[in-house]
């Protein structure tokens, strides 16, 4: 705990560091809530970047700033409905002007702003959370619909490209010899029966049909913070995969972690479902923000 201490101290911020813990639930990032004895802001949140995952993570960095930059600006003049708030996380500054810490053992460390009076959960609460889940996405979309991606770093080239992972399952497949069980079986058929889609998105990028923007990258359900007190949505946070990409994909990824009533990290795989109604509330939650762009 000393040494969290010491890292949390590497960091510009108004206070005594007084309390320190883990925080959330993420399977990246090791992540801690840093409480400060201060006027101002209480609490910033101190994570070291897994660098396993993000072989470049200056470039994360890099992709954060301009893209919470970005939006800050936008929030100056963007038109919100009666009652309504949205943050985005700020990049603290290291004691020497850079935007991470590089300990002696070589971890990367990061600090953000911490948003108050909100928080997150694993799965979709009601059809109103999952509107507001929508409206966060489109949002965050809508926000960044005039940042030219090609300001942006792709830190994680190929991670949404279908027909590479096809080709990967194909390969691997043609080397499993083993028995296949009736369920393995239904999920090979499954594939199979959807492998021509495999191609529309990239087909369409490629005929200039869909464009690449500034993307979340990863907007699972998890990652959007619901005010407290009005259960409306606030932010959108984890911004380690912001990088130019097809809004489509994390529409998609949206609807995949949204719309399982039972969540991304059930062990009870045959009860997991597709739940239309929740897709549609997600989706009337973020075509009218879409409008926007």
Not at 144 to 169: A, V
Request: charged share 25%.
């Amino acid at each position: 705990m000393e040494s969290l201490f010491a890292v949390a101290g590497q960091f510009r911020t108004q206070g005594k560091i007084i309390d320190i813990r883990e925080f959330g639930s993420g399977n990246i990032n090791n992540t801690f809530l840093v409480t400060l004895d201060a006027a101002g802001e209480k609490h910033f949140v101190l994570q070291s970047i897994n660098t396993q995952v993000f072989r470049r993570p200056e470039l994360v960095m890099q992709n954060m700033r301009i893209a919470t930059e970005h939006i800050h600006d936008r929030l100056e003049s963007f038109p919100f409905g009666a009652g309504r708030r949205w943050e985005v996380p700020r990049v603290l500054l290291a004691h020497d002007g850079r935007d991470h810490w590089l300990a002696p053992d070589g971890s990367f460390w990061r600090a953000l702003t911490f948003i108050e009076g909100s928080q997150s959960f694993d799965t979709i609460k009601d059809r109103h959370h999952a509107g507001e889940v929508g409206y966060a996405l489109g949002m965050f979309h809508a926000l960044l619909s005039d940042l030219p991606p090609g300001r942006l770093t792709d830190t994680l080239e190929g991670f949404h490209i279908t027909p590479r992972y096809r080709r990967h399952y194909n390969k691997v497949l043609v080397k499993q010899t083993a028995g296949r069980s009736p369920e393995v079986n239904y999920c090979l058929e499954f594939v199979d029966r959807r492998s021509a889609w495999a191609h529309v998105l990239e087909n369409a990028q490629a005929q200039g049909r869909l464009f690449l923007r500034a993307i979340h990258g990863d907007p699972k359900v998890n990652n959007i913070l619901m005010d407290n007190a009005t259960g409306q949505a606030v932010s959108i946070v984890d911004l380690d995969t912001v990088k130019p990409g097809l809004v489509h994909y994390d529409i998609g990824d949206c609807l995949r972690s949204g719309c399982n009533p039972l969540g991304e990290e059930t062990k009870e795989w045959e009860a997991v479902q597709f739940n239309p109604d929740l897709c549609r509330s997600i989706l009337q939650g973020y075509i009218p923000m879409a409008r926007e762009f």
